[in-house]
Nanobody
Framework: VQLQASGGGLVQAGGSLRLSCVAS????????MGWYRQAPGKQRELVAV???????TYSESVKGRFTVSRDNPKNTLTLQMNSLKPEDTAVYYC?????????????????WGQGTLVTVSS
């Protein structure tokens, strides 16, 4: 199972960006999907996660500004980011807990996208 993220870029403080992530491969089921970010010199942190049933969880730093959503039939994940701040600058990674087929066997795994850079200027 592969994850491909897109949508990063440069935006001024107060602006908006929309990140997308699509999962592909021999997917049987995707459970939790989420976004993480890693700023320079810092550890990767959770931004938002959404269960297959649509229950969402956000970090306190983005609550009220970011919205995570998913399209289960299309295996896509989206992060709408509004009121961006310079401290939101980071590489954003999508993540998925999945069950898929690999080499003829059913496997459970954790997939990561390649990361997309979000830069917010002040």
């Amino acid at each position: 199972v592969q994850l491909q993220a897109s949508g990063g870029g440069l935006v001024q403080a107060g602006g908006s960006l929309r990140l997308s992530c699509v999962a592909s491969g021999r997917i049987i089921r995707i459970d939790d999907m989420g976004w993480y970010r890693q700023a320079p010199g810092k550890q990767r942190e959770l931004v938002a996660v959404v269960t297959s049933g649509g229950i969402t969880t956000y970090s306190e730093s983005v609550k009220g500004r970011f919205t995570v959503s998913r399209d289960n039939p299309k295996n896509t994940l989206t992060l709408q980011m509004n009121s961006l701040k310079p401290e939101d600058t980071a590489v954003y990674y999508c993540h998925a807990d999945y069950v898929g087929e690999e080499f003829g066997a059913t496997v459970a795994g954790k997939g990561w996208g390649q990361g997309t850079l979000v830069t917010v200027s002040s």
